[in-house]
């Protein structure tokens, strides 16, 4: 299910990045970060979607951590 609305993220509502995708347009963020697994798999979906190549996946995957420990930070 979450790989469908990963899909309709990057194709109909034009999500630009995984963090967008992540933590905007799907449930997959919303009790925090996604597991390192689940993060690689929303990559290779998005990026497939957005024909991201391998650097530009890890780099998303890089942002989507950034945010979740900046919130966390914030939340101390």
């Known amino acids: ?31 925090g970060c996604p597991a390192d697994d689940a993060l690689a798999r929303a990559a290779a979906i998005v990026g497939g979607e957005l024909g991201w190549a391998e650097e530009r996946r890890r780099e998303e995957i890089a942002g989507v951590k950034r945010f979740y420990g900046t919130v966390n930070a914030l939340k101390t």
Do not use: C, H, N, S
Not at 2 to 26: F, H, Q, S, Y
């Open 1 to 31: 299910m979450i790989g469908a609305e990963l899909i309709l993220a990057a194709r109909k509502e034009m999500a630009p990045t995984l963090a967008d995708a992540v933590i905007r347009r799907t449930p997959l963020g919303a009790l």
